[in-house]
C-alpha cells in the first residue's frame, strides 16, 4: 500500500508538471536580454514575480535560431528585483526604439506592434503548498493504517490471511468437467458414480440408512488423471469444488497447517453439499511417530486435524473428501481406517483402447493428416499414461509447427515418439570408428532381442546420440502386460548384456559404454532373486532390502530382514544370473556373427532402423502382432 500511494504521489507530481510547464524552453538571462537588444520579443509573461515566459518576433532570427527554441516559446528565471514596473517599462521602449529603427532604415511602413506584457500567479506555487499539506496526511495515514497494525500483531499484520485456507473453489457452472471429457479410466468412474450420485440425492439413500464413504482414495501413478477424475465427480454433481495440494498446509510456524484445515472444512460445511479434493495428500499424511519432535510436528499435528475434521462429519452433512496419492504405502493407517477414506479407487494405466479414447480427446483441436493412424499409435503407445499421451500430440504438434506444415503427419508422431521414448537428438561429430563401435554395440542389443522367442520385439535401433547415450536400442511388447515370467525376464537380462558382449566379440575387451546396461541388468537380477523367488537356490522367498525408509516409521534400525549369510546367498544368485545372460548374449552373438556385420553395415550407413527394415535386411519373417 505505500508503494502504491508513493507511485499515486509521483504521477500527479508529473502531471502538474507538464500541465503547468507546456513546452517552455528554458534560457539564461543574459540570452533574454540579447534577445530584447535585437528586438525579437513579442510577448512576455511574469509569474510570481521570479519567473517569465514569452515568444520570440522571428524563429529565423540568428539570436532565437541559436537557442533552439521549441515552437516560439522559452522562460527564463530572473534575478532579484525590486521593482519591476521600471523593469518592464525599460523593455517595452527598448523592444520599441530598436524596431522602430529598423522599419525606418528598411524605409517600410509596417504596423509595428509592441511586446505584449502580462503578469499571472504562480499556479506551481499553489500546487506546492497542496502537496506540503497532504503528504504528510497520506505519510500519517500510511502510518496509522499500515505500520500499527504490523506492530500489534505478531504475525507482521497478515496473520489473518496467513492461516486462511489457499484451497481454489470451483463454482458449479464454471469449467463444468464432466465424465465425458475423462476418457478411459472406466472402472475407477464406476466406482465414482456412486458418490455422485449421494451427492446429487443425499435422501435416497439416508431414507434406506446407508452412509456413502466421507473419503475417497484415489491410487495411482503419477499423470493418470487423479486430479481430473475429481473435478468431474464434482462436475457431474454439480456442487462446489474445493482443490487444494497437500503441501499447501504445511508451513514453518507450527499451528498453521491445523488451522488452515479447519477453514477449510468450515468453509466447505457453509457451502455444502460440496467436495475437497487434496492432491498429494502423502505430504501431510505420513505415518506418525518417525518424525523428529514428535506430536509437536508441524505435520503431525496438521494430520491429527485431517482425522479430526473427517470425524466431525454428522450424518446429513454431505462433503465428501477425495484424496489422490501415488504413495498408498507411506500413508498413517488411521487415514485408512473404515469412517475416513474408506474406499480406495485404483487409476491404472490405460490400455490400448483406452489410450484410443484418450488421444481422441487431446488431437481434436488439432488438424490431422489422412496417413495418421491414432489406432496404431495407441497400440504403440504401450504403458504410457493420460499426460505422457497429451505430451506427445503436443510434441508431434510442435515439430509439425517447426516444419511449416498445416496438418500434423505421421511423421510427426514416430518423432515425438522417439524424443519421448528415447531422448531428444543430439548432432555430436563422431569419427567413423566411433560409428563403427556404438554400431556393434547398438547391433549386439538388436540381435538378442530378435533370436530369442521370449524377448520383447525390437521396435527401433539408431546409433544417432539420444538423451545421454551415444546410441538406443528400443524393444517393446506387442500387448499390455501385468506379469513377466522368469525366460522373459532372463531374455530381457540376455538383450542387456548383448551390446557387452559384440564389445567383447570384436574388440578383445568390454567397454566403458555398458555401464547403463549393467546398472539396469543388476536392478532386474536382484529383482528376481529378492522379490519374485525366482532363484533355485533360495527358493520361493521375498527379501526386503533397502524398500522402507526412515521416514516411514518402519524398521527404523533395521534396513533388511535376513542374515549376513542370506545376503552373500543373495549376491552370488545375482552373480550367477548376470554371469549367465552375458554368457548367453556372447554365445548367440558368435552364432549370429554375418548377421551382427550386416546389421552393422546398415548402421553405420543409414544410422537408425526400424523393426521391419532390420527384418528385411536379415531376411526373418515378420512378427505377427497380437490382436
Known sequence: ??????????????????????????????????????????????????????????????????????????????????????WLRDIRDRDFKVNKEAIEAEDKETKFLPVQIHTEEDQSQWISSILYLVLPLVLFLVLFFFFLPRMRDPMGGAYNSFVRSPARKYERGKARTTFDDVAGMENAKKELQEVVEFLKFP????????????????????????????????????????????????????????????????????TAPCLIFIDEIDAVGRMRGAGVGGGSDEREQTLNQILSEMDGFNSNETIIVIAATNRPDVLDSALLRPGRFDRHVTVDRPSWQSRLAILKVHVRNKPLADDVDLERIARRTIGMSGADLRNLANEAA???????????????????????????????????????????HEAGHALCALYQEHANPLVKVTILPRGMAAGVTWSQPDEDKISHSRSEMMAELVMTMGGRAADRLLY??????????????????????TLFGMSDKLGPVAYRAGEEHTFL??????????????????????????????????DLIVERRVELEKLVDALVKNEELDREEVEKLLGIPPRKPVE
Open 1 to 86: 500500500m505505500f508503494v502504491v500511494i508513493l507511485l499515486a504521489l509521483v504521477v500527479v507530481s508529473v502531471m502538474g508538471l507538464f500541465l503547468f510547464n507546456p513546452g517552455h524552453t528554458p534560457i539564461s538571462y543574459d540570452k533574454f536580454l540579447g534577445l530584447v537588444e535585437r528586438g525579437q520579443i513579442a510577448k512576455i509573461t511574469l509569474t510570481g514575480g521570479s519567473k517569465i515566459t514569452g515568444e520570440v518576433r522571428e524563429p529565423e532570427d540568428k539570436a532565437a535560431k541559436e537557442l533552439k527554441l521549441n515552437a516560439r516559446k522559452f522562460s527564463v528565471v530572473l534575478p532579484h528585483i525590486d521593482n519591476f514596473d521600471p
Open 203 to 270: 435422501d435416497k439413500y439416508q431414507k434406506l440408512g446407508a452412509q456413502v464413504p466421507k473419503g475417497v482414495l484415489l491410487v495411482g501413478a503419477p499423470g493418470m488423471g487423479k486430479t481430473l477424475l475429481a473435478r468431474a465427480v464434482a462436475g457431474e454433481a454439480g456442487v462446489p469444488f474445493y482443490s487444494i495440494n497437500g503441501s499447501e498446509f504445511i508451513q514453518m510456524f507450527v499451528g498453521v497447517g491445523a488451522t488452515r484445515v479447519r477453514d477449510l472444512f468450515r468453509t466447505a460445511k457453509e
Open 398 to 440: 510442435l515439430i509439425a509447427t517447426r516444419e511449416n506444415k498445416q496438418s500434423i503427419e505421421k511423421h510427426d508422431f514416430e518423432m515425438a515418439f522417439d524424443r519421448i521414448i528415447m531422448g531428444a537428438s543430439r548432432v555430436e561429430p563422431l569419427t567413423e570408428a566411433e560409428k563403427r563401435r556404438t554400431a556393434y
Open 508 to 529: 578383445g575387451e568390454a567397454n566403458s559404454g555398458a555401464s547403463a546396461d549393467l546398472k539396469h541388468a543388476t536392478r532386474r537380477a536382484r529383482q528376481m532373486v
Open 553 to 586: 516409521g518402519k524398521d527404523i534400525y533395521e534396513s533388511r530382514d535376513f542374515s549376513d549369510g542370506t545376503a552373500r546367498i543373495i549376491d552370488e544368485e545375482v552373480q550367477k544370473l548376470l554371469r549367465e545372460a552375458d554368457q548367453g548374449a556372447y
